[in-house]
């Protein structure tokens, strides 16, 4: 069901995609946008698609909110990969944006993702309801920002020339908001848009996100990212803690899994509803890219 599922969500957010920068034009930055925000796992998107649906919000408000997670996502990928960044010359298999145009280029199409994903996620298509629209686009903000996805990787950024190693509790702080804080906010969307209680849906994706960079880390170590093509950073890993250096391989695998089960349970109010959401948390850790 959840292979189904996420496989839906992907082509309906590609189909999204491809229609929201259709009046966009063709010039260079508007291909680089495409590019850039072409292909990937969806995981974003299909966690506001499934908790959508889990609160019956229509499919056709939740798809906003989708697009506009799978541009930031794709928006910070290209930012990331930049020289000055990770410095990485593949992303999802393909050369990244700025080798395949120029820095300028990748540097602009960023911008205009996040901004685009704003506009998806605060138009009136996106839910009829101002405060709900506003409270979707204020908690984005603070997600992707210097309270969460930003902030997070300026830790990263600190961390690769800091005199000491990270320790557990910072490592986790980091991840929190580099990783962590747009699952969380596409793990809650539906139950904003539905005007639910968040509180169940936050505490699953808390643990999915941490879980999420712990598998991260676990693959970059077993060596399935070379052969899949996924990003690298050229230099930046050298020396820095990550949850494998912290745990250990074996200690990292069982912290992942205990925060799987920890997530599945959050879901026990949801009843069977919610088990596209538990195959999603298996999926994260068993993942091979
Ligand atoms: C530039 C502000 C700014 C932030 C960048 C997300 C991020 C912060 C950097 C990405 C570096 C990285 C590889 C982190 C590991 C976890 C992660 C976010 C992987 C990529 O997400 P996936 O696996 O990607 O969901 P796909 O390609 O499937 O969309």
């Known amino acids: 069901m ?24 063709d010039l260079p930055v508007v291909a680089a946008m495409r590019y850039a925000s072409a292909g990937g796992k969806r995981l974003r998107a299909f966690l506001v698609m499934e908790t959508a649906r889990l609160h019956g919000v229509k499919p056709e408000h939740a798809i906003w909110a989708a697009t506009a997670i799978e541009a930031i996502h794709a928006y910070s990928l290209v930012h990331d990969d930049l020289p000055c960044m990770d410095d990485d010359d593949l992303r999802r298999g393909l050369p990244t944006t700025h080798i395949k145009w120029d820095e300028c280029t990748a540097v602009l199409a960023g911008d205009a993702l996040q901004t685009l994903g704003f506009e998806c996620v605060s138009r009136p298509d996106c839910h009829p309801n101002a405060e709900v629209r506003a409270a979707l686009t204020v908690s984005l903000a603070r997600a992707a920002g210097a309270q969460g996805m930003v902030l997070g ?9 800091a005199s000491t190693p990270l320790t557990l509790e910072e490592i986790t702080a980091l991840q929190a908001g580099k ?18 209680d968040t509180a169940p849906l936050q505490r699953y994706a808390t643990d999915l996100g941490l879980a999420f960079q712990i598998a991260d880390d676990i693959l970059d170590v077993e060596g399935d990212a070379a052969t899949v093509g996924k990003a690298v ?25 205990r925060l799987v089960a920890q997530a599945c349970e959050a879901l026990s109010a949801y009843g069977d509803a919610a088990d596209a959401l538990r195959d999603a948390a298996r999926f994260v850790v068993a993942r091979d890219s």
């Not at 990787?153 to 020339?161: M, N, P, R, V, Y």
């Not at 950073?233 to 899994?257: I, N, P």
């Open 2 to 25: 959840f292979e189904a599922r996420l496989k839906e969500a992907a082509q309906q957010v590609e189909a999204h995609l491809t229609e929201v920068m259709a009046p966009l034009g």
């Open 153 to 161: 990787q300026a830790l990263d950024i600190a961390a690769e020339t």
């Open 179 to 196: 990783t962590g804080a747009l699952i969380v906010w596409s793990a809650t969307a539906g139950a904003v848009m539905a005007q639910a």
């Open 233 to 257: 950073g050229k230099d930046a890993d050298a020396g820095k803690a990550t949850f494998v250096s912290l745990l250990g391989l074996e200690g990292a695998k069982a912290q992942a899994a």
